[in-house]
């Protein structure tokens, strides 16, 4: 998930004052905003299981349908720079799962 809060403001070159406003919780929410208003979906952090994730800096977020509805699946965002990490914009691997009677096929 690619979120223009993580380009450090030296990038565009933008004054602390303005950068302030552009933190992650700040576009992470505006975010969560646009996705329940347009697909009807909402985002929460969710508490991964032991081994789940590759770094303890990793996000786990639950999307769910608006007004607690159904799981329709998860997002890992891993935003932040560490030694050993790849420089890229971004890492998307997508798995749909197909469901029949509750059960998976």
């Known amino acids: ?16 004052a303005v950068s302030e406003y552009f933190s992650l919780g700040v576009c992470m929410e505006g975010l969560n905003t646009i996705f329940k208003s347009i697909f009807g979906v909402q985002l929460s952090v969710e508490e991964p299981q032991p081994g789940e994730l590759w770094h303890p800096d990793v996000y786990k977020l639950a999307v769910k349908e608006v007004g607690g509805g159904d799981l329709l699946g998860h997002i890992y965002c891993d935003f932040f720079s560490r030694p050993g990490k790849p420089n890229q914009v971004g890492d998307l691997n997508f798995r749909l799962l197909e469901y029949e009677n509750n059960s998976i096929d």
């Open 1 to 16: 998930m690619l979120c223009i809060c993580q380009v450090k403001s030296s990038v565009f070159d933008l004054p602390d």
